[in-house]
């Protein structure tokens, strides 16, 4: 598709030669990232070069993608006038080649932008009253990198305790990158603060790098970690089970899968619970279990508007927000951050969700 847009400009070859060379060169980002860490999820370069192979990769994406509009309606347009040809003019190439440029660089500041809280309100049946009202802080696919490094962090943590929650939990994807690498990064974590803790689950990312050593170090910086297990939170004579579960890429890296059962073995019966779930497609699933609230992420809300559609059937067709699902209510949140290998956002934000429970009236 590139090379549909930049051959027929008229420019001289050598020009041509270079633009192609550096559009070539930029397309090949998680190849140069595999060669700086082992992994396309963890570009080792300075923050300043990851930002911007994320606005070159995402502008070729999104010129390949106004390259085949453009094609689509120049065939159109053929067809309707019966001619046999026609070429585009120069111009309209270098237009939608800038309109590619702007809107990668709108999409790479709205993804490393340190998000604004959320407000979602749940009812939930049978809530006891000391927890009217209650406030869960949820944050999500941090992905803390060379693209989300310790000042972002430390922005975040700021942000996050001036919530006002009464409880902080974490639906996985800390990091990209091994203990070793992301250590600075991720210890400003250690002064999130909330009268009932933090909670937290892995999420798939986690599994990729030293799943036992950052289910340690998360421990360390203060996170109550809840594979497959639950815990019970009380106010007075009130009580809410607070439950999570392993990622369903667990038993790919060899270790246990989710597993909502053993999760909430030995819960308290009738008390509402909330499922920490770092993947929304088993949300059926968990409804049948009895759950009240699902929170999960993952999806990073589609990152970029219309492609949502593409996401959802990988999700069980939840994708951004809040759904009913089968008496439960599943929030999906669009993501605290996203990965450091496509790092765009159009018309889906970034978000803190700042979840305040009520009884079902």
């Known amino acids: 598709m590139i090379a549909r847009w930049l051959s027929p400009l008229s420019l001289p070859f050598w020009i041509k030669v270079c633009v192609g060379l550096a559009l070539l060169a930029a397309s090949q980002f998680h190849f140069w990232s595999r060669l700086s860490s082992g992994s396309i999820f963890a570009p080792e370069f300075p923050r300043a070069v990851v ?3 994320n606005w070159a990769f995402g502008a070729i ?10 094609d689509v309606g120049t065939l159109a347009t053929m067809l309707v006038r019966r001619t046999a040809g026609g070429g585009v003019p120069d111009g309209v190439r270098y237009a939608i080649g800038g309109v590619a440029a702007v809107l990668a660089a709108i999409g790479v500041g709205n993804a490393v932008r340190v998000p604004p809280i959320e407000d979602v309100a749940v009812a939930i049946d049978g809530l006891p ?30 942000r996050a305790n001036a919530a006002g929650a ?4 974490v639906t996985g994807d800390f990091i990209d990158g091994s203990v070793a690498m992301r250590r600075r990064d991720v210890a400003p974590l250690r002064d999130l603060h909330a009268p009932d803790g933090l909670y937290a689950i892995p999420g798939n990312h986690e599994y990729f790098f030293e799943y036992p050593a950052w289910m340690r170090h998360l421990s360390e910086l203060g996170f109550k970690m809840l594979p497959n297990a639950h815990a019970v939170l009380a106010r007075g004579d009130g009580r809410l089970v ?32 909330v499922l920490l779930d770092h993947q929304p497609r088993q949300a059926r699933q968990a409804a049948a279990h009895g759950v009240a609230l ?68």
């Not at 009202?133 to 943590?157: A, C, K, M, N």
């Not at 009464?166 to 939990?169: E, K």
């Open 51 to 53: 930002v911007a192979f």
């Open 61 to 70: 994406v999104l010129l390949a993608v106004l390259q085949i509009l453009l």
């Open 129 to 158: 009253p000391q927890f009217e009202g209650y406030r869960i802080l949820q944050l999500t696919d941090l992905h803390i990198s060379r693209l989300f490094p310790e000042r972002w962090t430390r922005q975040l943590v700021e």
């Open 166 to 169: 009464d409880l902080i939990v």
């Open 242 to 273: 607070l439950a999570g579960v392993t990622d369903l890429s667990a038993p790919g890296a060899g270790q246990p899968g989710p597993d909502l059962t053993a999760a909430l073995a030995g819960a308290p019966p009738d008390v509402p619970i």
């Open 294 to 361: 699902q929170l999960s992420g993952h999806t990073h809300g589609g990152m970029i508007a219309g492609m949502d559609r593409l996401v959802a059937p990988a999700n069980g067709g939840f994708v951004s927000g809040r759904y009913a699902v089968d008496g439960m209510t599943l929030y999906v949140s669009n993501g605290t951050a996203l990965w450091p290998g496509f790092a765009l956002r159009l018309g889906r934000p970034s978000e803190l969700t700042r979840i305040t429970l009520h009884a079902a009236q």
